[in-house]
T-cell receptor
Framework: AQTVTQSQPEMSVQEAETVTLSCTYD???????LFWYKQPPSRQMILVIR??????QNATENRFSVNFQKAAKSFSLKISDSQLGDAAMYFC???????????????FGKGTRLHILP | EAQVTQNPRYLITVTGKKLTVTCSQN?????MSWYRQDPGLGLRQIYY???????DKGDVPEGYKVSRKEKRNFPLILESPSPNQTSLYFC?????????????FGDGTRLSIL
């Protein structure tokens, strides 16, 4: 079964600095999706960035970028120029892309709480 | 506006009193699922539905029921709630089970079972 591990339960970063959140996953599949979700105090689950495993290029969304290392099964999130609004719980997630008559459910890590220091 | 709507947002109730959390999506999505979120555990899938009248257990289905009589609705039913079901619950949907499009989440329901 697939697993997602976030080894940092909490992190802090100074406003305007850069921070990297770690995520590793375990799978025997070759085709899958990886996600980072943000959960602010409002509790909404907000998709930050998505990576398709067959794409070698790392995904970027404005100040958010990933370092996707398929061989190492690593998917870290880099937040540049951290802002107070980035304070949230961040979840790394995996989803198979095999398809067929099966539940390609999203598997979540346990989360990393990010604090932004003014 | 495309959205997944859950109700209620908050509920405090007592052990054994049946309750239903509703979930509705307006995007004609085939796939819907329920998760619970607990501190230190992330989100875990309770039940999912690949289409109307097709439901199946996720990782933590004990104590829950679901139904999918219509495409847009996927209620979560707790027949006899217990304190260990106190949690934050999310409903989610996506266009098809295999789509590469992202999943949409509701805003969450905070349940407290006393």
């Amino acid at each position: 079964a697939q697993t997602v591990t976030q080894s940092q339960p909490e992190m802090s970063v100074q406003e305007a600095e850069t921070v990297t959140l770690s995520c590793t996953y375990d799978t025997s599949e070759s085709d899958y999706y990886l996600f980072w979700y943000k959960q602010p105090p409002s509790r909404q689950m907000i998709l930050v960035i998505r990576q398709e495993a067959y794409k070698q290029q790392n995904a970027t969304e404005n100040r958010f970028s990933v370092n996707f290392q398929k061989a190492a099964k690593s998917f870290s999130l880099k937040i540049s120029d951290s802002q107070l609004g980035d304070a949230a719980m961040y979840f790394c997630a995996y989803r198979s892309a095999l398809g067929g008559n099966r539940d390609d459910k999203i598997i979540f890590g346990k989360g990393t709480r990010l604090h932004i220091l003014p | 506006e495309a959205q997944v709507t859950q109700n209620p947002r908050y509920l405090i109730t007592v052990t054994g009193k049946k309750l239903t959390v509703t979930c509705s999506q307006n995007m004609n999505h085939e796939y819907m699922s329920w998760y619970r979120q607990d501190p230190g555990l992330g989100l875990r899938q309770i039940y999912y539905s690949m289409n109307v009248e097709v439901t199946d257990k996720g990782d933590v289905p004990e104590g829950y029921k679901v139904s999918r009589k219509e495409k847009r609705n996927f209620p979560l039913i707790l027949e006899s709630p217990s304190p260990n079901q106190t949690s934050l619950y999310f409903c989610a949907s996506r266009r098809t089970p295999t789509t590469n499009q992202p999943q949409h989440f509701g805003d969450g329901t905070r349940l407290s079972i006393l």
